[in-house]
Nanobody
Framework: VQLQACGGGLVQAGASLRLSCAASGRTFSTGAMGWFRQAPGREREFVAAINHSGGGGGTTHYADSVKGRFTISRDSAKNTMYLQMNSLKPEDTAIYYC??????????????????????WGQGTQVTVSS
């Protein structure tokens, strides 16, 4: 399984970016997938996730710090996941990692925001927001 993230860059506060994560070797049509980020000197933190059981809609989950500004989505036909980031703030500066699990089952709610729940991590894409 390989996850290839892209779309990061340097933007000013208030701008928007859209991150993409293309998967090979694992379908994005079911199971849990999402985004984490890590800023210099800080712990890795949960950003957003989609938790899907297949055959119907999934649920989305967001960190409080990004709720209302970020939107996670996926395109099953392209096997690609996205993170639309609007109204970016300097505190959003970090390396963003896309993640997914080996299991195709839906993840229990209590584990969605936990990094250790995810088996596969992309290489990360840098997002820098200047003030």
């Amino acid at each position: 399984v390989q996850l290839q993230a892209c779309g990061g860059g340097l933007v000013q506060a208030g701008a928007s970016l859209r991150l993409s994560c293309a998967a090979s070797g694992r379908t994005f049509s079911t199971g849990a997938m999402g985004w984490f980020r890590q800023a210099p000197g800080r712990e890795r933190e949960f950003v957003a996730a989609i938790n899907h059981s297949g055959g119907g809609g999934g649920t989305t989950h967001y960190a409080d710090s990004v709720k209302g500004r970020f939107t996670i989505s996926r395109d099953s036909a392209k096997n690609t996941m996205y993170l639309q980031m609007n109204s970016l703030k300097p505190e959003d500066t970090a390396i963003y990692y896309c993640v997914t699990r080996r299991s195709l089952n839906r993840l229990v709610l209590s584990a969605v925001r936990t990094a250790s729940s995810y088996d596969y991590w992309g290489q990360g894409t840098q997002v820098t927001v200047s003030s």
